[in-house]
């Protein structure tokens, strides 16, 4: 609203208007005040422990690191530690109901080790951390050595951060917790809305193919997955966070647009996933295309970056 940007019919003509530059600079701005306030209040609350998590592709890993910043801002330079790091070597990942090992469940994280390493930091012992080579799938040590001060932030992201079950062992007056997820900015007209899982969908489809060399069928095909184990382990803990933080902006389906559209133009009629390609397509028509011109504005430390590149 602070933008007069409420459809996807204003965005355009913004965009023809050629104002699109001032709407992503005070886009960004916007979203980086968010984040220094939120530092803010962690400071304020005096509780050490920050732990984030959302659903996929709600830009967890940029915002954690932004987050890191904001608090080296108002205090003493912050540890970030990522989950993934204390995954289980692959080989010993439990297998699930399809047959399939399942790395979303709690079951492949190292919990013990994790939260033996989250106790000695907060006792100003230097620790040994894991790094997971996801290329050889095995955890190694020896590569990261940490040592916290006595008011030093301990920044955690990962999709069980919510979850009481990843950190028994840590206080909950030390744990500040953050639920992150791109909440849609903006309406197709006055009186459709635009589903809030199809913005997370098509920035998955755009990282998938710059991270992993995947088409949008791929994405397609491994989303329902993905939703599944985002019911079993993110959703059911968000009304336990002292904070949400909205990930989204709202000129980003115009951006996204240039990487996407061609990505679902090239599912064919015959495919199992083409009527929900064309759909998200329809989404699409809605928006004006950011054009290279523009895409320059978006800082290089936007959580939209996570995605485009």
């Given amino acids: 609203i602070k933008l007069g ?25 916007l979203q980086e005040k968010n984040i220094s306030d939120l530092a803010d209040e962690i400071v304020r609350s005096g509780r050490r ?71 000695s930091l907060l006792e100003g012992k230097e620790t040994e951390l894991p790094r997971f080579h996801f290329a050889s799938g095995e955890r190694v040590m020896g590569e990261r050595r940490v040592k916290a001060g006595p008011n030093t932030p301990i920044v955690i992201e990962g999709i069980h951060g ?29 009186f459709t809305r635009i589903p809030l899982t199809d913005l997370r969908k098509l920035r998955r489809i755009v990282r998938d193919a710059t991270k992993r060399g995947w088409d949008a069928r791929a994405t397609m095909e491994n989303w329902p997955k993905v939703r599944a184990g985002e019911d079993v382990n993110i959703f059911p803990y968000s009304d336990d966070a002292d904070a949400v933080f909205n990930s989204a902006f709202v000129y980003e389906l115009a951006a996204l ?16 996933y083409y009527c929900e390609a064309r759909r998200l397509l329809c989404l699409l028509s809605h928006v004006d295309e950011l054009l290279d011109g523009a895409q320059v504005y978006i800082a290089g430390n936007s959580i939209l970056r996570e995605f485009i590149g």
């Fill in 5 to 29: 940007i409420e459809t996807c019919a204003d965005l355009n003509r913004k965009i023809g208007a050629g104002e699109i530059e001032d709407i992503i600079r005070i886009s960004e701005a």
């Fill in 49 to 119: 422990v920050i732990l984030i998590a959302g659903p996929s592709s709600s830009g967890k890993t940029t915002f954690a690191h932004r987050l890191c910043t904001q608090l080296w801002v108002v205090g003493e330079k912050p540890v970030y530690i990522g989950t993934d790091d204390y995954y289980i070597d692959r080989k010993l990942v439990p297998i699930g109901p399809d047959g399939e090992q399942n790395f979303e469940n709690l079951d492949s994280i190292d919990v013990a080790l994790f939260n033996e390493n989250i106790k």
């Fill in 162 to 190: 919510l979850n009481e079950a990843l950190t028994p062992g840590i206080a909950k007056e030390d744990k500040f917790k953050i639920y992150i997820s791109p909440l849609t900015q903006i309406r197709i007209d006055n």
């Fill in 257 to 272: 647009k240039k990487y996407a559209e061609p990505m679902l133009e090239e599912i064919s009629e015959d495919d199992e």
